[in-house]
Each structure stands twice: as C-alpha cells, then as structure tokens.
C-alpha cells in the first residue's frame, strides 16, 4: 500500500478535497436581495413604492421616468420608505417606463401601459 509521503501529488489533491468539503460546509450562501419597483398614475402625477424582497424599503434610490421614445420625463430619488412621485407637465409618449436603481447593482424596471397612462390622465384629481 502507497501513502501521502511517497506521492506529493496525492497529499495536494487530499489537502485541496478537504479543504473544498470545509469551504462548502461552513461558508453560508449569499443571499439574494432583489429590488423590486410598482408603480401607477392618479390623475396627473406618477406614484410609485420601491423594496426589496426582504421586505426592507428601497430608500435613497434613483428612479428615473422615461417615454417611449427613451426620453427623459424625469428623475428623482425614493424617501425614506421607498416611495416617490412626480407630476407630469404634459402627456408623455406612452408606454412609459420607471426604472430604479439603488447604486449597488440592483435594479428593476415597470412600465405604465398607454390604456393605464390615458385613462387616469384622463380622470380628475382625487379630493381630500
């Protein structure tokens, strides 16, 4: 019977097996944190909430609102509860796109459909 001392290689390939059994059984997964963006139109101003799937809010995080023709609407950056909103000066070219990002590479994107961007510009502003 041949041991480690007589076949250097042996011993690295025992060493490294061992040392990836460690690595896999006491290193913890990392977990993903998706970034996820709702939002809609009231009358004339674009609402919207951001979070993540943990459930923390996205807070201080770029959304940026764009027409179909990839122009610029607006940008602004969620609250302290991940929300945010902007009026729209005129009727964009629909659909319209809202994209977030937080800076540390998460981002996502929701688009506000022609029949859902006419029908509420259309309608009245709510009361309090």
């Known amino acids: 019977m041949t041991s480690c001392k007589n076949h250097p290689i042996e011993k690295i390939l025992v060493l490294s097996l061992i040392s990836t059994i460690m690595l896999c059984l006491f290193v913890n997964p990392c977990k993903a944190h998706k970034l996820t963006v709702y939002a809609w139109v009231q009358s ?11 459930g923390s809010y996205a807070k201080s995080c770029r959304v940026t609102i764009i027409d179909s023709r990839d122009k610029l609407i607006a940008r602004v ?8 909103f902007y009026r729209l000066p005129h009727t964009p070219a629909a659909p319209v796109k809202i994209i977030i990002n937080d800076g540390m590479g998460h981002h996502d994107e929701y688009i506000i459909s022609q029949d859902e961007l006419i029908n509420q510009l259309d309608s009245p502003a709510p009361t309090n």
């Open 77 to 84: 950056i969620t609250d302290k509860e991940g929300k945010f």
């Open 44 to 54: 004339d101003t674009v609402y919207g909430e951001a979070a993540y799937n943990d």
